[in-house]
């Protein structure tokens, strides 16, 4: 059973990445949350950016216009920047979306300016988890305080420090576990043993068919 959302990565099964594309793809496949990543240009505009924007990007506020026409979707914005993050809440209003909308890339140099400056948005704290043969009792239980401390709803992190011990211990004390980017049927199906909370994927459609045979 199907007991985890499913993310499709900006750039989904074969778009362009932070284009408007990839989020209609997104819509079409059947997945939970679309992911797109947020920077900001020259004049503070939120646009649609994994680097410094060079001009002619997806503005944020079309990106929620679309994202408001997609019945239920939710969206992973994923932070680049937190210049003009106080920007987001109220394009999110505009459109209706705020509800529907959530933070990662959030390392913890950029949570004060989350929290202060954009309160409404909840958020996951990305962290680089250390390798699976380090994963003590100890080790956890510092990165559960960790991510409890910094206000996070769990934790975001790479797919090849993903372990059992660590999805368990997180949601034994009400933590979410998010892991990326998993886009091979046999690291889908490593993952989805593991029993995460999310599972993000530039082929949504292929691990949503995986899950249906």
């Known amino acids: 059973m199907k007991t985890f959302t499913v993310t499709a990565h900006t750039g989904c099964m074969g778009t362009k990445p932070n284009s408007i594309d990839s989020i209609l793809k997104g819509c079409e496949s059947g997945t939970d949350i679309i992911e797109f990543d947020l920077n900001f240009d020259n004049n503070g505009t939120p646009v649609l950016s994994h680097d410094a924007p060079k001009g002619g990007e997806v503005t944020l506020d079309e990106a929620f216009a679309v994202l408001a026409k997609c019945n239920g979707l939710k969206a992973n914005v994923d932070v680049k920047s937190v210049e003009a993050i106080e920007k987001v809440a109220p394009l999110a ?107 993000t994927t530039r082929h949504p459609d292929e691990l949503i068919d995986l899950l249906n045979k």
């Open 93 to 199: 209003k505009k459109h209706n979306v705020l509800d529907r909308i959530f933070y990662t890339g959030v390392h913890e140099g950029f949570v004060e300016a989350v929290k202060t400056r954009s309160p409404e948005v909840n958020y996951y704290l990305n962290v680089n988890v250390a390798s699976k043969w380090k994963q003590t009792d100890k080790y956890l239980q510092s990165l559960l305080r960790k991510v409890k401390d910094n206000g996070a709803l769990g934790i975001n992190f790479n797919k090849n420090k993903a372990t059992k011990r660590l999805v368990n211990t997180f949601r034994k004390n009400g933590l979410l576990v998010s892991i990326w980017t998993v886009d091979t049927k046999r690291m889908m199906k490593k993952i989805i043993s593991l029993s995460p909370d999310n599972i």
